[in-house]
């Protein structure tokens, strides 16, 4: 392989390296049962911090969310090259005031009610029935029926606790 400039081969180790970080996060999720929903590596002065979201459908235990860590944590350990110098290491859940944003996060959802904040601004809430790459099925309140609601129209979308 010739590099075809400066940095070409720095970048295949990046990649291999992030492939690596991947394989080990989605072990570590598979092993304890959860599904990864979002992961976040930044910089915070001199470390490097990379954060895990981790839910499954009965909800997320503190219990589940430190197995994640160890887990990962010593799979980290025994390959260091894989993040170069110190880093910290956060699992934790999403959080209910974290918008949906992929198909995912709505099928993991389903069953639950959900705010849809339309491009119109009118806000919609309904229990989740489906959700594809192109739309949204919600069960409206009462016997209003369902309503389909294209992606496309989706400002944002959030979990609705009903009390």
Do not use: W
């Not at 970080?21 to 072990?27: S, T």
């Not at 949204?136 to 016997?143: M, S």
Request: charged fraction near 30%; hydrophobic fraction near 40%; charge should be negative.
């Amino acid at each position: 392989m010739l590099p075809l400039a400066d940095g070409y081969f720095i970048i295949e180790v990046y990649l291999v390296t992030n492939a690596k970080l991947e394989k080990l996060i989605a072990d570590a999720c598979e092993a304890n049962g959860v599904s990864l929903v979002e992961s976040d590596m930044f910089r915070a002065g001199k470390r490097k911090t990379l954060r895990l979201f981790i839910d499954k459908p009965e909800g997320v235990t503190i219990d589940d969310c430190t197995n994640v860590s160890r887990h990962l944590s010593d799979a980290l350990d025994l390959d260091p090259e894989v993040i170069d110098g110190a880093y910290t290491l956060e699992v934790s859940s999403p959080g209910l005031d974290r918008p949906l944003k992929s198909v995912a996060d709505f099928i993991r959802n389903k069953g639950r009610f959900v705010r849809v904040t339309r491009c119109t601004g009118k806000p919609l809430t309904g229990k989740l029935v489906d959700a594809d790459e192109e739309s949204l099925t919600l069960a409206l309140k009462g016997n209003a029926g369902n309503v389909v609601v294209p992606r496309a129209e989706v400002l944002v979308a959030k979990v609705d606790v009903q009390i």
